[in-house]
C-alpha cells in the first residue's frame, strides 16, 4: 500500500508563502485525480485544489489566485504553492492521490497563518 507523506507546512505571517509537497512510499503508475484538502480546528475536512488527469485544475473560491497546484510528472504527486496566506489559511493540509482502483492520502501538514 503507497503512503503519502506531505511536506512544507509550518508558522507563516499574513501576506506569507508556503509550498507543501507530497511524497509516496511506492510508485504510482497512473491517476485519475489529486489534489490538497485541509481541515481547519472545528470543521470539517474541504477541498482546496485538484488537478485531474487531463490536467485541469480546480480551486475553492477562498483560494482561486492565490495557490497553485501542480504535478510531479515522474512520480504523480501534487504539490501546492500557497501565496498570500490568510488567517483562514491555517490548518491541517492533506494531500490525495485517486485512480481507477486506489485512493492514497497522506497524514498531513500544518499549517499556520498568524500574526
Known amino acids: 500500500q503507497v503512503q503519502l507523506v506531505e511536506s512544507g507546512g509550518g508558522f507563516v505571517q499574513p501576506g506569507g508563502s508556503l509550498r507543501l509537497s507530497c511524497v509516496a512510499s511506492g510508485r504510482i503508475s497512473s491517476f485519475d485525480v489529486m489534489g490538497w484538502y485541509r481541515q481547519a480546528p472545528g470543521k470539517q475536512r474541504e477541498l482546496v485544489a485538484t488537478l485531474m488527469h487531463g490536467a485541469n485544475t480546480h480551486y475553492a473560491d477562498s483560494v482561486k489566485g492565490r495557490f497553485t497546484i501542480s504535478r510531479d510528472m515522474a512520480k504523480n504527486t501534487p504539490s501546492l504553492q500557497m501565496n498570500n496566506l490568510k488567517p483562514e489559511d491555517t490548518g491541517v493540509y492533506y494531500c490525495?492521490?485517486?485512480?481507477?482502483?486506489?485512493?492514497?492520502w497522506g497524514q498531513g501538514t500544518q499549517v499556520t497563518v498568524a500574526t
Open positions: 490525495n492521490v485517486r485512480g481507477r482502483r486506489s485512493d492514497f
